[in-house]
C-alpha cells in the first residue's frame, strides 16, 4: 500500500524557518517525480516545489531562493527546507509522487494528507 506522510508543519513567525518532511512507502521511491504543494484557504492549489529522480529541481517564482526541495532516495523521504518564511507562505502543504510525466503534466498518483504550516506574529 502506498503511503506519503508529511511532517513537520506547525506555527512560525515571519523570518522563521521549516523543515517539512514527506516518508514515502510502497513505491519505488528512486523511480519518482515529487512534488510539494500547498493550497492557502479559500486559494486554489499551487506548485511550490519540484524534484526528479535525478535532483533537477523547479520552484515557484514565491519561493525561489527562500526554500529547497531535496530528497533522500535512500530513506524514501522527500523534505522542503523554508527559509524566510512569510505570513502568506500559510497554508496547507501537500507532499505528491507520480511517474515522470507528472513533471510536465502535475499529475501525481499519489498524495498525502498534507500538514499545517502557518506563519503569524
Known amino acids: 500500500q502506498v503511503q506519503l506522510a508529511e511532517s513537520g508543519g506547525g506555527l512560525v513567525r515571519p523570518g522563521g524557518s521549516l523543515r517539512l518532511s514527506c516518508a514515502a512507502s510502497?513505491?519505488?521511491?528512486?523511480?519518482?517525480?515529487m512534488g510539494w504543494y500547498r493550497q492557502a484557504a479559500g486559494k486554489q492549489r499551487e506548485l511550490v516545489a519540484r524534484?526528479?529522480?535525478?535532483?533537477?529541481?523547479n520552484y515557484a517564482d514565491s519561493v525561489k531562493g527562500r526554500f529547497t526541495i531535496s530528497r533522500d532516495n535512500a530513506k524514501n523521504t522527500l523534505y522542503l527546507q523554508m527559509n524566510s518564511l512569510k505570513p502568506e507562505d500559510t497554508a496547507v502543504y501537500y507532499c505528491?509522487?507520480?511517474?515522470?510525466?507528472?513533471?510536465?503534466?502535475?499529475?501525481?498518483?499519489?498524495w498525502g494528507q498534507g500538514t499545517q504550516v502557518t506563519v503569524s506574529s
Open positions: 505528491a509522487a507520480g511517474r515522470v510525466t507528472a513533471w510536465a503534466s502535475h499529475r501525481y498518483d499519489y
Open positions: 510502497g513505491i519505488i521511491f528512486s523511480d519518482t517525480v
Open positions: 524534484i526528479t529522480s535525478g535532483g533537477s529541481t
